[in-house]
């Protein structure tokens, strides 16, 4: 079976095909995983022309456009002409494209459309994502409650249509957590780890007013912040400098992708302040190493933790709910939990489970 992945939209700054497989390699691994046993191909516009062969999914880097159009008739053209029996269209702002793709397929080809992070449109948009809905065979939300949303708002016409597969997923892997806090020089016990941007929706000043309070009572904890984007830190400094917080919270910065897995495996606890994801990655991937979450109870979160049995759930912006998860952690059995993470990343989150649902899906069609 061909199956092809089409995102309409231009990426610049991606010259080479290697710069556009490192960013994409929590998504990658889904179609690396579907090309053992079916033809993949993923179409793509970034600053480089050409074919590529990558981990056994065949990349076409095309310029038929360059930057996003409402009308992509070469695009389409060209996917057409793959002769493809499922299209993943990837992201659900696509209506006006989704629609003029399926006037030129073959009525036998299925429409597929993957969910990442998008909201509801409203006013002519949403008739827009209605009629596209007609053409549409199923529609992957990371939380089946998340399409549902769709649904009673309109957008979506049957909730059988929505089926529930992860976003993303995780290279990483449990290493020792000795070897690894050597190389990350972490402490802390128990340590806490946050990864993310620091904006309002991350909500990491909630987070470390809850841990300042946390660490009163807990000296010898300790929250090690990565983050790439830096929009509160400036409140962040000064609420650490004001509660004498230097001890126990270390702002770290940004770190190279690949240097995460070691300070997953160094941390035991994952902290989130999230209101709203369209997934999840910094939690996926803190689960694979077995790095426990606390994360908030948003639909996400909720089905990455299993409904919170691998992790922790609180009310978001809630920080006497934080503070409360926070304290009883003492009374969970760690152990136990980090391995209800890793079981349930290789059950439900991992590359080859993700695969493994897609082509069942397939399948049912």
């Not at 065979?137 to 939380?143: C, E, M, P, R, S």
């Not at 399409?147 to 089926?163: A, E, H």
């Not at 302040?273 to 996400?300: D, F, K, L």
């Not at 691998?310 to 409360?324: I, T």
């Amino acid at each position: 079976m061909l199956y092809v992945s089409i995102s309409y939209s231009y990426s610049p700054g991606f010259d080479t095909p290697e710069s556009w497989f490192k960013r994409t390699a929590g998504y990658a691994g889904i179609f690396e995983q579907l090309a053992k046993n079916n033809q993949v191909i993923s179409l793509k516009q970034i600053d480089y022309e050409g074919d590529a062969m990558h981990n056994g999914v065949e990349y076409k880097f095309v310029n038929l456009n360059r930057k996003k159009t409402h009308f992509p008739f070469k695009l389409n053209r060209f996917i057409k002409n793959l002769k493809p029996d499922v299209v993943i269209v990837q992201g659900l702002h696509n209506p006006v494209q989704l629609i003029l793709l399926h006037l030129i397929l073959p009525k036998k080809t299925k429409i597929i459309a993957h969910h990442h992070a998008e909201k509801p449109m409203s006013g002519l948009k949403k008739y827009a994502q209605k009629l596209a809905d007609r053409f549409t065979d199923a529609y992957l939300f990371a939380a089946m409650a998340m399409g549902l949303d769709w649904v009673r708002k309109g957008n979506i016409s049957s909730y059988w249509k929505i089926q529930e597969v992860m976003e993303v997923s995780s290279n990483f892997y449990p290493i020792d957590k000795d070897l690894a806090r050597e190389k990350t020089g972490a402490a802390g016990n128990p340590a806490f780890l946050w990864v993310g941007r620091l904006n309002d929706n991350k909500d990491p000043l909630n987070i470390v007013r809850s841990f300042l309070k946390y660490s009163k009572t807990n000296p010898a904890v300790h929250l090690y912040m990565i983050y790439h984007t830096a929009e509160l830190l400036p409140e962040i400094k000064e609420l650490i400098a004001k509660n004498a917080g230097e001890h126990n919270i270390t702002l770290v910065g940004q770190v190279p992708h690949d240097d995460l897995q070691d300070w997953f495996n160094s941390a035991d606890f994952l902290l989130s302040g999230s209101h709203y994801e369209g997934s999840g990655t910094a939690v996926c991937e803190a689960m694979s190493c077995g790095c426990v979450p606390v994360v908030t109870e948003i639909q996400s979160f909720k089905m990455i933790t299993d409904n919170g049995k691998c992790g922790v759930l609180y009310e978001a912006g809630n920080e006497a709910a934080l503070l409360a998860a926070l304290n009883s952690l003492d009374k969970l059995n760690l152990k136990e939990k980090r391995e209800l993470c890793l079981s349930y990343f290789r059950e439900k989150l991992s590359f080859g489970a993700i695969a493994k649902r897609i082509e069942e899906i397939v399948k049912e069609l």
